[in-house]
Nanobody, 125 residues
Framework: QVQLVESGGGSVQAGGSLRLSCVASGYSSSSYCMGWFRQVPGKEREGVASIDRDGRIRYADSVKDRFTISQDNAKNTGYLQMNSLKPEDTAMYYC???????????????????WGQGTQVTVSS
């Protein structure tokens, strides 16, 4: 059974940092695409970053140069380091895993098969 568990969310002031973690079980993270998404109530889920099994990375323009995605295959864990946080980054953040081609789908959530339960990030001004 595949399971993704996020942690690391919280409340910070603008300009602060948070590091989200996503522990995967039931599959090898090195063979999948891992992505991070976020969603605000009433809005569509937005892709934030993705990393494929070869370490190729993509970022949404809104987070480029502020967020860093990484993964530790030995620990089957993915990370999202978020710096220079802004109030508009406030959202529920989800990690997701899918087949390798999901990483080349321009953050189309339909290609990601497995999802975590989400962790809330709140940034105050």
């Amino acid at each position: 059974q595949v399971q993704l568990v996020e942690s690391g969310g919280g409340s910070v002031q603008a300009g602060g940092s948070l590091r989200l973690s996503c522990v995967a079980s039931g599959y090898s993270s090195s063979s999948y695409c891992m992505g991070w998404f976020r969603q605000v109530p009433g809005k569509e889920r937005e892709g934030v970053a993705s990393i494929d099994r070869d370490g190729r990375i993509r970022y949404a323009d809104s987070v480029k140069d502020r967020f860093t995605i990484s993964q530790d295959n030995a620990k089957n864990t993915g990370y999202l380091q978020m710096n220079s946080l802004k109030p508009e980054d406030t959202a529920m953040y989800y990690c997701a895993a899918g087949p390798p081609w999901a990483c080349y789908s321009d953050f189309m959530s339909v290609h990601y098969k497995y999802w975590g339960q989400g962790t809330q990030v709140t940034v105050s001004s």
